[in-house]
T-cell receptor, first 113, second 112 residues
Framework: SQTIHQWPATLVQPVGSPLSLECTVE??????LYWYRQAAGRGLQLLFY??????ISSEVPQNLSASRPQDRQFILSSKKLLLSDSGFYLC????????????FGSGTRLTVV | QKEVEQDPGPLSVPEGAIVSLNCTYS??????FMWYRQYSRKGPELLMY????GNKEDGRFTAQVDKSSKYISLFIRDSQPSDSATYLC????????????FGTGTRLKVLA
C-alpha cells in the first residue's frame, strides 16, 4: 500500500531563518506531488506541484521554492522566512490523472516568530 | 467573490442528528465535486466525490450537487461524536487537472 510521510510535524522558526520541509511517498512510482498551505479562514492554497523529477510548477509567487530531487521526494524550502509564511503545510500525491485520488500527508505546523 | 464559499461554523449538533454541510461556487465549469474530512492537526482525507449533478450515497454520507444553483451539500445521517472534524469541499474542472479549488472548511462538533 502507498503511504506518504511528511516531517517535521511542528516547527517554530525565527524570521529570516531558512526552511526545509520534506515529503516522501512509498509504495508507488512516478507520483504527482503537491505542496499546499492551509491558513486559518483561507482554505487550502496550492503552492507547487510536480509531475516528475526536476519538474516544478509554481502556482503562487512567494518566498518559497520547491524541488524534487528524487521520484518520490518533494522538498519545500525558503532562504529567509517571513511572518506571513506561518501556516499548516501539507504535501499530497496522486498518480492517475483520470482519477480523483489525492492523498494528503499529516502536515507540518510552521510558526514563524 | 471567492470561487468557492463555505460557512466556517462551528456547527454544533447532538449525537444522532442529521447534519447538512454546504458550499456555493461561482464557476459553472466545475465538473468534479469532492468532500474531505480533516481531523485536528491532520491532513484532509477524501470522503467522497461526485461528477456533474446528482446524488451519491456512501453509508451515512450523501453528497448532492445542484449545478443550476451552483450549490453542493454533504449530509451526514445519525451523526456520531467521531464525525467531529472540519469538512472541506473541493472542486475541479476535470479529473485530469492538477488544481483543486478548496473551500475554507466547516468545523463540525457532534455532542455526545
Amino acid at each position: 500500500s502507498q503511504t506518504i510521510h511528511q516531517w517535521p510535524a511542528t516547527l517554530v522558526q525565527p524570521v529570516g531563518s531558512p526552511l526545509s520541509l520534506e515529503c516522501t511517498v512509498e509504495g508507488t512510482s512516478n507520483p504527482n506531488l503537491y505542496w499546499y498551505r492551509q491558513a486559518a479562514g483561507r482554505g487550502l492554497q496550492l503552492l507547487f506541484y510536480s509531475v516528475g523529477i526536476g519538474q516544478i510548477s509554481s502556482e503562487v509567487p512567494q518566498n518559497l521554492s520547491a524541488s524534487r530531487p528524487q521520484d518520490r521526494q518533494f522538498i519545500l524550502s525558503s532562504k529567509k522566512l517571513l511572518l506571513s509564511d506561518s501556516g499548516f503545510y501539507l504535501c499530497a500525491w496522486d498518480r492517475d490523472r483520470g482519477r480523483i485520488d489525492y492523498t494528503f500527508g499529516s502536515g507540518t505546523r510552521l510558526t514563524v516568530v | 467573490q471567492k470561487e468557492v464559499e463555505q460557512d466556517p461554523g462551528p456547527l454544533s449538533v447532538p449525537e444522532g442528528a442529521i447534519v447538512s454541510l454546504n458550499c456555493t461556487y461561482s464557476n459553472s465549469a466545475f465538473q468534479y465535486f469532492m468532500w474531505y474530512r480533516q481531523y485536528s492537526r491532520k491532513g484532509p482525507e477524501l470522503l467522497m466525490y461526485t461528477y456533474s449533478s446528482g446524488n451519491k450515497e456512501d453509508g451515512r454520507f450523501t453528497a448532492q450537487v445542484d449545478k443550476s444553483s451552483k450549490y453542493i451539500s454533504l449530509f451526514i445521517r445519525d451523526s456520531q461524536p467521531s464525525d467531529s472534524a472540519t469538512y472541506l469541499c473541493a472542486m475541479s474542472f476535470t479529473s485530469g487537472t492538477y488544481k483543486y479549488i478548496f473551500g475554507t472548511g466547516t468545523r463540525l462538533k457532534v455532542l455526545a
